[in-house]
């Protein structure tokens, strides 16, 4: 069955911390995605890749890193953390072929003190 | 500005009745529509799409896509309290690859 993993699931770090949020998927797929979530803004894209060593930048990149590492994992760095990258954070994947949509792995709430 | 607009914000329908949702793409380059639902607590799971002009109907869901308008609409019949979840619309220039997303309806289903 096909499933994005996502790590840790829950994390607190304070003001100016370093944070590295993993996901992982054994899809196969070509392309994933890194979106946060938040009240009266839905999902916002924050970066994504079309596979290993690739990265392109999404609709709010700022203060964000990501890196991909292989076809399965896809990072998330945040390396000066600010209370504003408070949120619910998901990774995606998808194929990048036919007509299927992205599936979403179950969410990092990150709370930045 | 939001390129997906979605209304209403919330809506609360009676058990088993029609629930109507709507979605507006701003960007007139989109081509493809689809919707998700979330369930409080858990992440978004794709519901149906729809790339072609005209309706598709799978089981109590039904959506329709007006492509000069850049309108989609989601309708429910028969709505459950299982049914209650945050829909949210989203739309891409290709096949799924970069979407953006509308900030969701907020349907409730009252027994």
């Known amino acids: 069955e096909a499933a994005v993993t996502q790590s840790p699931r829950n994390k607190v770090t304070v003001t100016g911390g370093n944070v590295t949020l993993s996901c992982r998927q054994t899809n196969s797929h070509n392309y994933m995605y890194w979106y946060r979530q938040d009240t009266g803004h839905g999902l916002r894209l924050i970066h994504y890749s079309y596979g290993a060593g690739n990265l392109q930048i999404g609709d709010v990149p700022d203060g964000y890193k990501a890196t991909r590492t292989t076809q399965e994992d896809f990072f998330l760095l945040l390396e000066l953390a600010s209370p504003s990258q408070t949120s619910l954070y998901f990774c995606a994947s998808a194929p990048g072929a036919g007509n299927q949509a992205p599936l979403f792995g179950e969410g990092t709430r990150l709370s930045v003190l | 500005q939001q390129k997906v607009q979605q209304s209403p914000e919330s809506l609360i329908v009676p058990e088993g009745g029609m629930a109507s949702l709507n979605c507006t793409s701003s960007?007139?380059?989109?081509?493809y529509f689809w919707w998700y639902r979330q369930h409080s607590g858990k992440s978004p799971k794709m519901l149906m799409?729809?790339?072609?002009?005209g309706e598709k109907e799978e089981g109590r869901f039904t959506v329709h896509l007006n492509k000069a308008s850049l309108h989609t609409s989601l309708h429910i019949r028969d709505s459950q309290p299982s049914d209650s979840a945050l829909y949210l619309c989203a739309a891409s220039k290709d096949m799924g690859y970069k979407l953006t997303f509308g900030t969701g309806t907020s349907l409730l289903v009252d027994p």
């Open positions: 799409s729809i790339f072609s002009n």
């Open positions: 960007d007139r380059n989109v081509d």
